[in-house]
């Protein structure tokens, strides 16, 4: 079991960037799939970015904008979010996986999550 907390949300004018920080506990962090997803009032909790190893994979909502990252000596798995739109504003979670896949795109797919972090974008 990995314990999440998130940290680096807030409030932003479209356009601009935040980076988003989760630190995990536990000695194996590095063998975990790490994912980002997010959720607005009323909609579904939504798939954003996954990376295994230097491997990553992005929903197209945020190809181009948004940077996963990781750093296994800190146990931390990062988001940069470049170019934010109002539509980005949600609730964002940070998730781990023991899965070998890199290409975890399903809440399902991920076993920990953390508390989430309120991104809000305005126009």
């Known amino acids: 079991q990995v314990q999440l907390v998130e940290s680096g949300g807030g409030l932003v004018q479209a356009g601009g960037s935040l980076r988003l920080s989760c630190a995990a506990s536990?000695?194996?962090?590095?063998?975990?799939?790490m994912g980002w997803f997010r959720q607005a009032p009323g909609n579904e909790r939504e798939f954003v970015a996954t990376i295994r190893g230097t491997s990553t994979y992005y929903a197209d909502s945020v190809k181009g904008r948004f940077i996963i990252s990781r750093d296994n000596a800190k146990n931390t798995v990062y988001l940069q979010m470049n170019s934010l739109k109002p539509e980005d504003t949600a609730l964002y979670y940070c998730?781990?996986?023991?899965?070998?896949?890199?290409?975890?795109?399903?809440?399902?797919?991920?076993?920990?999550w953390g508390q989430g972090t309120q991104v809000t974008v305005t126009s």
């Open positions: 998730a781990a996986s023991a899965d070998l896949d890199y290409r975890l795109r399903y809440a399902r797919d991920y076993s920990d």
């Open positions: 536990g000695r194996t962090f590095s063998t975990y799939a």
